[in-house]
């Protein structure tokens, strides 16, 4: 009995440590972020952080892993027992409610840079972790918005597109955002008016109203 809650008692310490490490790496990125920074967040000493991963590489990995896993969670929570256009709008919606923490953001973003960085310096284990995790993620998204490659595809566009926005800082009243229509129907206010005309960019990025 004893050991059965020492190894939940490690089980839970892992979990921090994974939920810890996604808020520092999303901050500084791979190569930013320390153990030790990781350790104290957790609460516990480098030495007890290793007996639990043997290397910041696979805490890392276990990062980018946790963090296709909350939303792919989101994703299926969102839109199960639903079908047709209710599937794409609950997970839409669920994907605007999981943005609303933008370190969980952040650390997607960590994720493809940190893929790329490591690629770039010979080393494969990363991507492999990291395009596996998302390729999954990908692929049940395709299923549950009811098979169609391009259907998926176009909805995965739009999640990039988001983080982008997100990433930039855009506040959700920015007309940036007024594209995504419905906008109710994704979870977001109404296209703030742009006094004297439509608010939509024109090419240069400035508003098309006219004067």
Same mark, same amino acid.
């Given at each position: 009995?004893?050991?059965?809650s020492?190894?939940?008692?490690?089980?839970?310490?892992?979990?921090?440590?994974?939920?810890?490490?996604?808020?520092?790496?999303?901050?500084?990125? #791979?190569?930013?972020?320390?153990?030790?920074?990781?350790?104290?967040?957790?609460?516990?000493?480098?030495?007890?952080?290793?007996?639990?991963?043997?290397?910041?590489?696979?805490i890392?990995?276990?990062?980018?892993?946790?963090?296709?896993?909350?939303?792919?969670?989101?994703?299926?929570?969102?839109?199960?027992?639903?079908?047709g256009?209710a599937?794409?709008?609950?997970?839409?919606?669920?994907?605007?409610?999981?943005i609303?923490?933008?370190e969980?953001?952040?650390?997607q973003?960590?994720? #493809?840079?940190?893929?790329?960085?490591?690629?770039?310096?010979?080393?494969?284990?990363?991507?492999?972790?990291?395009?596996?995790?998302?390729?999954?993620?990908?692929?049940?998204?395709?299923?549950?918005?009811?098979?169609?490659?391009?259907?998926?595809?176009?909805?995965?566009? #739009?999640?990039?597109?988001?983080?982008?926005?997100?990433?930039?800082? #855009?506040?959700?009243?920015?007309?940036?955002?007024?594209?995504?229509?419905?906008?109710?129907?994704?979870?977001?206010?109404?296209?703030?008016?742009?006094?004297?005309?439509?608010?939509?960019?024109?090419?240069?990025?400035?508003?098309?109203?006219?004067?």
């Amino acid at each position: 009995m004893a050991r059965t809650s020492m190894r939940m008692s490690a089980e839970e310490r892992r979990e921090s440590v994974i939920r810890a490490a996604m808020v520092e790496f999303a901050r500084a990125g #791979y190569r930013g972020t320390s153990t030790e920074a990781i350790a104290r967040r957790v609460g516990v000493s480098q030495p007890y952080l290793f007996r639990l991963f043997p290397s910041k590489q696979a805490i890392f990995e276990a990062a980018c892993v946790r963090c296709i896993e909350d939303t792919w969670r989101a994703f299926d929570e969102a839109s199960e027992g639903l079908d047709g256009e209710a599937v794409h709008e609950a997970m839409s919606r669920a994907y605007f409610d999981l943005i609303e923490d933008r370190e969980r953001v952040m650390m997607q973003m960590q994720m #493809y840079v940190s893929v790329f960085a490591a690629e770039n310096g010979g080393e494969s284990e990363i991507g492999e972790v990291a395009r596996a995790a998302w390729s999954e993620l990908f692929d049940r998204i395709r299923v549950r918005l009811g098979g169609d490659m391009a259907v998926a595809t176009q909805f995965m566009s #739009y999640g990039m597109l988001i983080n982008t926005l997100v990433a930039l800082g #855009y506040p959700r009243d920015h007309r940036i955002w007024s594209g995504f229509e419905p906008p109710k129907a994704l979870g977001m206010p109404d296209a703030p008016e742009v006094p004297g005309g439509s608010g939509e960019l024109g090419p240069s990025g400035e508003s098309d109203a006219s004067n």
